[in-house]
């Protein structure tokens, strides 16, 4: 029996079309969020809230204003505690760590914060570096070496090392922010507003350096955006936020089906059609591709097949050793 059925409360309040996992097994969650209600005096915010992530997606939290999205990120991150229920990461209930488990934790995920949030007395360089000096392990050489190689791993030349962050511009902060979120090689990356403030050129650019980073270093996203062409060019899945819990959760276009006034309103206005548009465009390259790559293979086998036909039909003083076949390209 589950929750929604011992709880005729709960059940009600059932989102209407739900994907709580991936298609595939990749394990336990890293994040697990059960009953989870924040309070600010009298006012609500979250209730009854439930959400799990999995490891090596994308999971985007959309909500409109007053529904707690960066409230719920600060929460996964230990910085605020829900007045009710338990987030757990990587299996512990972060609400009751203590001081140094909290503090071990942290090592292993980073945080983009939306206007970086890097400290402006630091250079660019030592920004970068000082998640790695907290640590108190690392001699300054390595992290001289590590923190040049995360710069150039956000597209961040290294002649800007030792700028402050007065100087540089508003995708260049983006840029050093990530690298210093990437300092410790996380599992967890949290993303608040990660395109805000960047024009639609850097924006892209941006979104195609988060889409780079996740597949290169396996890494599991939790981005808090308003803005769709960045929501749907990067989620897994979408996790919408209203009523004070999460209505619908899934892939995004399984998102869009549910009948929902803010989900409709949010997704299906002017903005939402033109980035479905783009959409629609990158799912059509996705399943060309597929089709090239499925071609490929095909061509691929045949060749491989009349070889080995000829090699069977020859007589046995021509028969072409192994070694001396035509390479197969």
Known sequence: ???????????????????????????????????????????????????????GEI????????????????????????TRGTVKVFGEDISAAGADQLRAMRNHWGMLFQQGALYSALTVFDNI???????????????????????????????HAYKMPADLSGGMIKRASLARALALEPQLLFLDEPTAGLDPDLSDAFVALIHSLHRELGLTVVMVTHD????????????VLAEKHVIAIGPTRDVLAVDHPFIKQFFLGARGQRA?????????????????VQQQEQEQKMQQDRLAHERQDAPPDQAVPPEHAPENR
Do not use: C
């Open 1 to 55: 029996m589950n929750d929604a059925t011992k709880d005729p409360a709960k059940a009600k309040r059932a989102p209407p079309k739900l994907t709580m996992m991936p298609t595939e097994d990749v394990g336990p969650p890293l994040v697990e969020i059960d009953g989870l209600w924040t309070k600010f005096g009298k006012t609500v915010v979250h209730q009854d809230l439930n959400l799990e992530i999995y490891k």
């Open 59 to 82: 999971l985007s939290i959309v909500g409109g204003s007053g529904t707690g999205k960066t409230v719920l990120l600060r929460q996964m991150l230990g910085l605020e505690h829900p």
């Open 129 to 159: 570096a000082q998640p790695m000096r907290e640590l108190r392990a690392l001699p300054e050489d390595v992290i001289h070496d590590a923190v040049l190689l995360k710069m150039t791993m956000v597209g961040l030349g290294v002649e």
């Open 228 to 239: 769709l062409d960045t929501l749907f060019a990067l989620s897994t899945r979408i996790a």
């Open 276 to 292: 479905l548009e783009v959409l629609d465009e990158h799912d059509e390259e996705v399943r060309q591709h597929e089709e090239d």
